[in-house]
C-alpha cells in the first residue's frame, strides 16, 4: 500500500491530506456525475461506490501498522513532531469504529 500526502492540499484549501483520499472521493464524484451517470446503470455506479469505499477503508485500516514501522526510522532522522498523529486514535478503526467521515 503506498499512502502519500496529497500536494495539493498545501494552499489550496483542500480537505484531503491524503491522496487516497482525495482519489476516492474525486472517483465518486465523477461516477454520480451528469456527464457518466445512466439512470439505467445506476445500480451498477451503486456498486462501483461501494466498492470504491470498500478499498478506501481497508487502505485507511492499514495506517496503523504503517505508522508503527515508520515512527522510529523518523525518530532516526530527527523528526519529534507526532503531535498530529495519533496511534491511539487510529487503532481504534481496527476495532470496528467509524474512519474518516463515517467510512468504517
Known sequence: MQMIYHQSHQGTGSSH?????????????????????????????????????????KSVKELPDLLETIKPKLEVMGFKNFSSISVKQTNTMKEGAPGPAGFA
Open 17 to 57: 491530506h491524503l491522496l487516497a483520499s482525495h482519489r476516492t472521493w474525486s472517483s465518486l464524484q465523477r461516477c454520480w456525475s451528469g456527464k457518466i451517470f445512466l439512470p439505467l446503470l445506476a445500480h451498477r455506479l451503486w456498486r462501483l461506490t461501494l466498492q470504491i469505499l470498500v478499498r478506501y477503508s
